[in-house]
């Protein structure tokens, strides 16, 4: 396990003034494993290259090409190839059932009360389980033993702290390589709803816990019918056009 799980709080790398330091402290770490760049390639003490496919689906590779091209871009400034592959929805689940791929994008959705579903994404008994989402393959009982205390957990305090533990456990393994995070929603509605006076939700914007507030829509009804007249009060009627015309 690595030292740092103990002593300082995982953070991810700062981009806001770009990845040179990063990619500089990146070539710096893998020269320390053996890795050295070849006529532009990366390659082992065994002169092997370093390249990897990155495998989507075509329903949402529209959504993840468009993080997953730039990553290739950058990873090729190290001399690493990485390429992107495609495949179709049912090539794809038959081949991640099986673990079939070098790198895929996926989000492991969860919940503010976590449990059971923790041995399915993360532990050594689902690592070789055609069809779990143990997807980075792990295998560690450090772990393991901190989901089944998880699951465990007597009351809220003792699972918001082994959560917290597993959590930061799984991160300092970097077994992930997060693409990009948003602190906003974005939506786009018509503005006839009443919400909540409370901040927003944990998990979100909440949609089912709005109403239609119908002052709001009366008065929208009003501001469209205004603006609807506007628009046609100088339009002549198809009979009048033909009055014109004949």
């Known amino acids: ?61 529209g959504s993840w090409e468009r993080v997953a091209l730039p990553y ?55 690592a070789d389980m055609h069809g779990s989402q143990n997807y980075a393959g792990i295998k560690d009982p450090v772990i393991d033993e901190l989901i089944e205390t998880l699951i465990a957990a007597k009351d809220r305090k003792e699972l918001v702290a082994a959560t917290k533990a597993l959590d930061r456990v799984l991160l300092w393994n970097y077994y992930v390589v997060p693409h990009w995070y948003t602190p906003v929603h974005r939506l786009v509605y018509r503005n006839k709803f009443g919400q909540p006076d409370a901040k927003t939700p944990m998990k979100g914007v909440q949609l089912l816990s709005w109403w239609i507030d119908a002052e709001k829509e009366k008065r929208l009804d009003r501001e469209y019918l205004k603006e609807l007249q506007e628009k046609t009060k100088n339009q002549k009627t198809v009979f009048e056009r033909l009055k014109e015309i004949f």
């Open 1 to 61: 396990m690595p030292p740092e799980v103990f002593s300082a709080p995982f953070s991810q790398p700062d981009t806001k003034n770009g990845i040179r330091d990063n990619l500089t402290k990146a070539f710096e770490l893998l020269k320390e494993a053996g890795w050295t760049v070849q006529d532009g390639v990366l390659k082992n003490e065994n002169g092997e290259p370093f390249e990897f496919e990155i495998l989507l689906d075509s329903v949402s590779a």
């Open 72 to 126: 290739v871009r950058n990873l090729k400034r190290l001399g690493i190839k990485a390429t992107v592959r495609t495949v179709d929805p049912t090539q794809y689940k038959n081949r991640t059932d099986v673990f079939d791929y070098d790198m895929i994008v996926h989000i492991w959705g969860q919940s503010t009360s976590p449990g059971n579903e923790q041995r399915f994404f993360w532990s050594s008994s689902a």
